[in-house]
């Protein structure tokens, strides 16, 4: 239905911005993961990737869709 379509946009469009927020100040990986798991910590030029494939992401999302479709509603 088209209720359920909106709120995957919403979801996806959010999560999008968590990722882009969280990779670029630092919160993610984890570092309790990263403790464990040293090779996993992302190197600038990794973090300015997994930004910059987000921010085109929510960017393309923006043009193609109408922008109260995107941002939940409190």
């Known amino acids: ?16 911005e968590e990722i882009s927020e969280q990779v670029d100040e ?19 030029e990794q973090k300015r990737q997994v930004v910059g494939w987000s921010d085109q992401l929510l960017a393309e999302m923006k043009a193609k869709y109408p922008a ?5 509603k409190k």
């Open 1 to 16: 239905s088209f209720m359920e379509l909106h709120k995957l946009f919403e979801n996806q469009y959010k999560k999008l």
């Open 26 to 44: 630092g919160e993610m990986p984890l570092s309790s993961y990263t403790i464990i798991h040293s090779n996993s910590k992302l190197t600038p």
């Open 68 to 72: 109260d479709s995107l941002i939940r």
